[in-house]
């Protein structure tokens, strides 16, 4: 891997797209620690606070919400950072890569800052209503807020530094290289079927320039690589082969968060039972082959299940602190820079025990059909207030983006995504309002601001 100075890793990666920023007076804080202030006090990231983790916030005032998993994402990928920086020598050459604390904790905190409400359930909805305006993804939308949509800058959003939007940049791909073809639409959004038009993993085509900015420093040769695709077997779409160290690093702390943290909301809210767990789920965390978990499979069980928090929290903490402590550097050669080429990483037994888990969420918990119904009507909601909205947006959408969507329009641009935005911006508890507002007769008044 080629060597690169520490001048690089300063300048060019604490840059941002409006250039300079002039420190107030007696400011002494990092570029990074910057950036993790403008996401905290942003109201994107406030409104995560009420939008669906796994389970619908209404239901009950236990489980997470997409704030508090954040919150959680950014402690664990913080706790790994710490964890590859102690266990390991100072002289190996990731030790100069790795991110310090605040940059790490503002890249996990934002990751999800650009997800609709409702969930993928409501990602899934806002895709099929852009199919033919750029698509909807989740990712990409984070993207757009933190580089373009924010608040923090006229132009270029929250206007964070190069890096930090490096490793929010987890598929840097662009739409058009990775989408597939969808079937024809049904005539009745009663007929919506959410399997049909989930996303591809993408950087939206409108943010090109924002993703040329970000990838400038590294070689061509370095970002034709960055940027490869794949096809896969099981999706309509293609895929993105790579992403960066500090990617790498939220990743795991984010698959660590759900696999882990999500399955404890499921269990104390009775939605997995001990005869769950040893039918569906242990079976195949001791196929995983990974010692420590296998040694320690009933006392693992026996405190998840005991009905006391003190030992069902000092379970969670065993697995937690174990995927943790197993997260090693690997090297991929194809790159030049170490940002790229260097991985954050799980050994094979600990990365198929931590799928099992996911697996079995996503199968036992998500697919559960009390909870799909709920993901059901989360996505009719947004699908019909995104036909209202768009019929007639200078009547009803809010002034400030009735005239964006105006001036799109003018352009000859898709005013479609101004609409898309907005709808992305709700908290589950605002889309029911306006939903209220739009359609139930008995609902809504002139004096419930927008």
């Avoid at 690169?4 to 002494?28: A, K, M």
């Avoid at 806002?126 to 933190?146: C, D, H, K, P, V």
Wanted: glycine share 6%.
């Amino acid at each position: 891997m080629t060597n690169f100075d520490h001048e690089d890793r300063l300048s060019i990666w604490q840059e941002r797209q409006s250039g300079p920023v002039t420190s107030r007076d007696n400011d002494y804080r990092t570029p990074y620690q910057r950036d993790r202030a403008r996401i905290i006090h942003s109201a994107a990231f406030r409104r995560l606070q009420s939008k669906t983790q796994i389970l619908a916030i209404r239901q009950n005032d236990y489980s997470r919400t997409r704030l508090t998993h954040s919150l959680e994402v950014a402690q664990i990928g913080n706790g790994i950072v710490h964890h590859l920086r102690c266990a390991n020598s100072p002289d190996e050459d990731f030790q100069a890569w790795l991110p310090e604390e605040s940059l790490i904790e503002t890249i996990c905190l934002s990751h999800d800052i650009g997800h609709p409400p409702f969930g993928h359930g409501g990602e899934v909805a806002l895709n099929y209503l852009m199919t033919e305006s750029g698509g909807f993804e989740g990712n990409a939308q984070s993207l757009r807020i933190l580089g373009k949509r924010g608040s923090y800058s006229l132009d270029f959003g929250m206007d964070v530094t190069r890096r930090s939007l490096l490793g929010i940049l987890k598929y840097p791909v662009l739409h058009q290289d990775v989408v597939g073809k969808y079937g024809a639409k049904q005539s009745s959004f009663r007929q919506f079927k959410a399997e049909l038009w989930g996303p591809p993993k993408c950087v939206y085509n409108d943010e090109r320039e924002l993703l040329d900015w970000i990838l400038a420093p590294f070689s061509e040769a370095d970002r034709n690589t960055f940027k490869a695709v794949k096809k896969q077997t099981n999706s309509r779409h293609a895929k993105s082969c790579h992403a960066g160290f500090d990617t790498s690093i939220m990743d795991l702390a984010d698959d660590i968060a759900y696999g882990v943290h999500d399955l404890e909301d499921a269990i104390v809210l009775g939605m997995v039972t001990p005869l769950m767990w040893q039918e569906h789920l242990e079976p195949k965390l001791l196929d995983a082959n990974c010692a420590t978990l296998s040694n320690n499979i009933d006392m693992i069980r026996s405190k998840l299940f005991s009905g006391e928090s003190h030992l069902r929290k000092d379970a969670i903490g065993f697995l937690v602190s174990h995927f943790i402590t197993s997260v090693k550097v690997i090297q991929k050669p194809e790159f030049e820079h170490p940002l790229l080429g260097f991985q954050a990483s799980l050994p094979s037994p600990e990365a198929k025990a931590l799928s099992a888990l996911k697996q079995f969420e996503m199968q036992h918990i998500i697919f559960r059909p009390e909870v799909q119904m709920l993901v059901y009507k989360g996505q009719q909601m947004l699908l019909e207030m995104f036909e209202a909205l768009s019929a007639d947006p200078n009547r009803l959408l809010p002034q400030d983006l009735a005239d964006e969507w105006q001036k799109a329009e003018s352009k000859d641009e898709s005013g479609q995504r101004i609409i898309c935005d907005y709808m992305a911006s709700m908290t589950d508890d605002y889309a029911s309002r306006l939903y209220n507002k739009l359609f139930v007769p008995s609902l809504g008044s002139v004096f419930e601001p927008m």
